[in-house]
């Protein structure tokens, strides 16, 4: 009989559509064990911020998104000017031409993964960000400074996933067998591990791309987790949707762009399914938020946030549904993590400016002429 835990505590924002969600996945054929994150949210057909176990794969437990994950890049600046830096950001709608000379493609060691060229350095959208941070809490120094952090220095913090990639795998899974589990586990997985490597090297193109418009160099990853993927772990499919592993790692657990995000040492055992959380986690859907956000905000009050940092947004509607008023509490995720023994926190990030989708075309353009311009100095740097 396959078996749910929820850990949160009694006091936490956990809607009865999730938890219903995680019963419906538990009756699924094969199934072992439902591990349900604080950040725990409905999503299309199976539960977001939960780890799931079966001796059957599923692909839509891990669903389209495969491979989306948080980085955390260190980057060295003179100044952290948020007004002035927003302003550099490039234009990260924009793919990267693999014919072009783009200093970003000093990073890429080896074969793009999959071939797959369309969208590589691009963020996405929904909750996708690309963020510049700063370390503010330090609440274990030792572990932090074997990471090479202290309080004050800036970081990237990047969110996105394998874009087309990933749906393109779901949906061949799914024109055929819907949400049944895969006929073919191995040709699936070989797939999936694709999508994740491809999604590992976007967030590192996506940290270059950055680092290279706001004067400085590119960085490797302190931190690299994925939160939607599938393994095989103590021969059962460990599938997490929207949970980062757990198992003695280093994770950074997103806030919302007007919260700090939690560097974490998670420590989760096989009752958590060997997860954390992964993010806040939305309390309200994408539709409430933008109505609610309406009556409440205008547009210019969400571009500034509580913390003092800026938005680069756009996308109007964007700004609304991803208001940090639509997601739980952060610190009450992260307490629960504490309370059940799954993470000890590191040290928090306090954002500065954070990246959601390019500015409308009819705003100055500061921004791309000064990238390329930056790019045009660096000629002969590009692509090994």
């Known amino acids: 009989m396959s ?11 956990i809607e009865s559509d999730a938890v219903a969600q995680c019963h419906q996945v538990a009756a699924l054929d094969g199934m072992v064990h439902v591990a349900g994150m604080p950040d725990l949210h409905p999503g299309k057909g199976a539960p977001i911020g939960a780890a799931m176990t079966s001796t059957v794969l599923y692909p839509f437990l891990v669903g389209s998104d495969i491979g989306c994950g948080i980085a955390v890049f260190p980057i060295k600046l003179k100044r952290a000017v948020p007004e002035k830096l927003a302003a550099r950001f490039p234009d990260l709608d924009r793919a990267l031409d693999p014919e072009d000379d783009d200093p970003a493609w000093s990073v890429l060691k080896g074969d793009i993964p999959a071939g797959y060229v369309e969208g590589l350095g ?3 959208r ?17 572990h932090a400074s074997r990471l090479g952090l202290a309080a004050g220095d800036l970081v990237l913090v990047v969110h996105s996933g394998s874009r087309g990639l990933g749906e393109r795998i779901l949906r061949a899974h799914t024109e055929v067998h819907g949400a ?18 491809w999604g590992s ?4 193109l996506l ?13 490797e990853p302190l931190v690299d987790q994925c939160h939607n993927l ?7 499919y460990l599938h997490r949707k929207g949970a980062a592993p757990g198992d003695g790692r280093d994770v950074l657990i997103a806030g919302t762009r007007g919260t700090p995000s939690y560097l974490v040492a998670a420590h989760a055992g096989p009752e ?3 997860s954390v959380a992964h993010g806040a986690g939305r309390k309200m859907s994408r539709a409430d938020a933008l109505r609610r956000g309406r009556a409440k905000h205008t547009v210019e009050e969400l571009r500034r946030t509580p913390v003092g940092s800026l938005v680069v947004c756009g996308d109007r509607q964007l700004l609304f549904e991803e208001a940090p008023s639509a997601y739980k509490r952060i610190e009450q995720v992260i307490d629960d993590l504490v309370e059940h023994d799954l993470a000890t926190p590191v040290a928090t990030t306090v954002p500065l400016v954070t990246y959601k989708t390019a500015e409308l075309a009819d705003t100055p353009r500061r921004d791309h002429r000064g990238h390329r311009d930056h790019r045009d100095q660096r000629r002969g740097r590009g692509r090994p």
């Not at 929904?126 to 330090?138: D, K, P, Q, W």
């Not at 090297?201 to 590192?204: F, I, K, P, W």
């Not at 418009?213 to 590119?218: D, R, T």
Request: without cysteine; proline residues 7%; aromatic residues 8%.
């Open 3 to 13: 078996t749910v835990t929820v850990f949160a505590s009694p006091t936490s924002w």
């Open 122 to 124: 691009t963020v996405g």
């Open 126 to 142: 929904g909750n996708h960000f690309v963020e510049l941070a700063r370390i503010g809490t330090v609440f274990e120094p030792e």
């Open 180 to 197: 049944g589990p895969a006929q073919d586990p191995a040709a699936y997985l070989a797939a999936h591990d694709d999508a994740v490597r």
């Open 201 to 204: 090297l976007n967030r590192r």
């Open 207 to 219: 940290a270059a791309r950055v680092a290279y418009a706001l004067g400085a160099e590119p960085t």
């Open 230 to 236: 599938v393994e095989v772990r103590d021969g059962v």
């Open 272 to 274: 958590a399914n060997h």
